[in-house]
């Protein structure tokens, strides 16, 4: 079946390029030109990646991504303004898996795209392969955090928290090098994969974003500590 992916963008003759070769490499295309559309239609389309830009009238590409997070894990990426660091470290802080600066080329999106998909789809056939297994097997518990990986859950005191895909993969990551000093880059390499273009302020925004919903004081943490000059390290 082929994959699905909604483009939101308030630029019509972009709007229209986009669907244009997307559509050419087989993925099935709906769009949005305003962010309240945007948010109706990925509730009812269902799409397997957005296409998000942060200009967009009624309600801006970061509210669009802040809305859908509470609710879905879709990757999205996000069309930012070449000039606007602001605008990927917001973006990425709100739940964007990638980010783009425009202009850009198509054959740079249509990568980032592939690679996105790409990684979905081996993090769902790893979880089907799971799936047969006793659920026992596939947790990995440390004090009350757990992660159910046949489930694709994870639990703290029980309760599940509803995490996107990227900071599932850092939370698995870090559990399975407990007490190891990770570095950015590996960190990078490991989680977002050698295609990603993106720096390491990536991994900052998204061990701050996890910590705010793992530990108790996310300004003290106890669980993911920051080795300066290093980089981090898990202790559970």
Known sequence: MAEKILVVEDEIPLQETLS???EKQGYVIETASDGKTAIDKAY?????????????PVMDGFEVCRTLRQE????????????????????????????????FSMRELMARVKALLRRVRLMTETMNQKSSKDKCDNAIISGN????????????????LNLPPKEYDLLLYFLNHKRHILSRSQILENV??????????????????????????????????TVRGSGYRFEG
């Open 20 to 22: 244009y070769n997307l």
């Open 44 to 56: 009812s389309f269902l799409p397997d990646l957005i296409i998000l830009d942060v200009m967009l």
């Open 72 to 103: 879905m894990n879709t990757p999205i990426i996000m069309l930012t303004a070449r000039s606007d660091e602001i605008d990927r470290v917001v973006g990425l802080e709100v739940g964007a898996d990638d980010y783009i600066s425009k202009p």
């Open 145 to 160: 955090l757990k992660i159910d990986q046949s489930r694709h859950e994870v639990s703290l005191d029980e309760l599940i």
């Open 192 to 225: 977002w994969g050698w295609e990603f273009s993106g720096d390491s302020r990536t991994v900052d925004v998204h061990v701050s974003w996890l910590r705010e919903k793992i530990e108790k004081d996310p300004d003290n943490p106890l669980r993911i500590i």
